[in-house]
């Protein structure tokens, strides 16, 4: 079990700890719902039938379907603070 930040303490400085600790949490989530994104498209893509194990095949598919999948998110999140950075926001 995750060990819990100490929220007990008043004021700003307990107000500033409970947002990390909520901003982590939700890193970890959206993480979490990638992977499981990840697994899904590529399972649907790669795999026919499933068996007792992954041939060759199969497995290099997933690992270039996964590597391919973490390319494009990287390049649109990386396009996306390009446009913040240059003030073209999502406004």
């Known amino acids: 079990m995750t060990d819990l930040p100490d929220f007990s303490t008043s004021g ?3 107000d500033s700890e409970l947002q990390d600790f909520l901003l982590v949490e939700k890193q970890k989530a959206q993480f979490h719902a990638q992977i499981h ?3 899904d498209f590529c399972w ?4 026919d039938k ?5 041939d060759s095949r ?4 997933i690992s270039n379907c996964v590597e391919r999948f973490i390319d494009v998110s990287l390049l649109i999140t990386n396009r996306f603070a390009q446009m ?3 003030g ?3 406004q």
């Open 84 to 86: 913040l950075e240059k």
């Open 88 to 90: 073209g926001g999502m």
């Open 58 to 61: 199969t497995e290099t598919c």
């Open 44 to 47: 649907d893509k790669c795999v």
């Open 12 to 14: 700003k400085a307990g």
């Open 37 to 39: 994104e990840f697994n």
């Open 50 to 54: 499933p068996g007792a194990k992954l």
